[in-house]
């Protein structure tokens, strides 16, 4: 199982991003995107699960969109609105449907900087 993130950059306060995230080598329940800022912990950010139910973190909701896509195993993050206290290492993740294991991609880096 591999999952590949990638769309982090540099955008200034108010912009948007987009982050993609591939996952291979299995099928995937649930799926999402989480995210560490430096000197913090690893925090949820969104989820959505093979039906399309989906779960934000109250510090995004209303910025920040979920979507997945089921028959290529991709799980997108839209970023609205974006503030400072955004930035951080965003993570995606992909729990296994036959084992239950949770996966995780690499991490990739938003920093909301003017």
């Known amino acids: 199982v591999q999952l590949q993130a990638y769309g982090g950059g540099l955008v200034q306060p108010g912009g948007s991003l987009r982050l993609s995230c591939t996952a291979s080598?299995?099928?995937?329940?649930?799926m999402g995107w989480y995210r560490q800022a430096p000197g913090k912990q690893r925090e949820l950010v969104a989820t959505?699960?093979?039906?399309?139910?989906?779960n934000y973190a109250d510090s995004v909701k209303g910025r920040f969109a979920i979507s997945r896509d089921n028959a290529k195993n991709t799980v997108s993050l839209q970023m609205n609105s974006l503030k400072p206290e955004d930035t951080a290492v965003y993570y995606c993740n992909a729990q296994n449907m036959f084992t239950r294991v949770v996966y995780w991609g690499q991490g990739t880096l938003v920093t909301v900087s003017s």
């Open positions: 080598g299995s099928i995937f329940t649930d």
């Open positions: 959505v699960s093979a039906g399309g139910s989906t």
